[in-house]
């Protein structure tokens, strides 16, 4: 089992910047796929972002088109913490944030291949 709490949401004005946080429980955090989605008012929760240990310094990572070049997806195995920097913030870019692990496989782009998952946090960014 593992549990996922998300931290770092807010308020922040467009072109701003938020790096959100997700810490997990357990020892093989490493182990995992972790994966960042987004769920804005009245829509269907969405891919942000992904990313995969391979082993040494080697990650791949994946993003969804709409954050490309404004997002960054990290992760620090010693800490259980896989983080979302968020750069040039749009008011599109406002929802609840979720974390997610996939205990098997690769990181995918599929909220079914995730096993577990935060309880969000907000990020709001005004115009």
């Known amino acids: 089992q593992v549990q996922l709490v998300e931290s770092g949401g807010g308020l922040v004005q467009a072109g701003g910047s938020l790096r959100l946080s997700c810490a997990a429980s357990?020892?093989?955090?490493?182990?995992?796929?972790m994966g960042w989605f987004r769920q804005a008012p009245g829509k269907e929760r969405d891919f942000v972002a992904s990313?995969?240990?391979?082993?040494?310094?080697?990650?791949?990572?994946d993003y969804a088109d709409s954050v490309k070049g404004r997002f960054t997806i990290s992760r620090d195995n010693a800490k259980n913490t896989v983080y979302l920097q968020m750069n040039s913030l749009k008011p599109e870019d406002t929802a609840v944030y979720y974390c997610?692990?996939?205990?098997?496989?690769?990181?995918?782009?599929?909220?079914?291949?995730?096993?577990?998952w935060g309880q969000g946090t907000q990020v709001t960014v005004s115009s």
């Open positions: 990313i995969t240990w391979s082993g040494g310094n080697t990650y791949y990572a």
């Open positions: 997610a692990a996939r205990q098997f496989g690769n990181a995918a782009s599929r909220q079914s291949e995730y096993n577990y």
């Open positions: 357990g020892r093989t955090f490493s182990r995992y796929a």
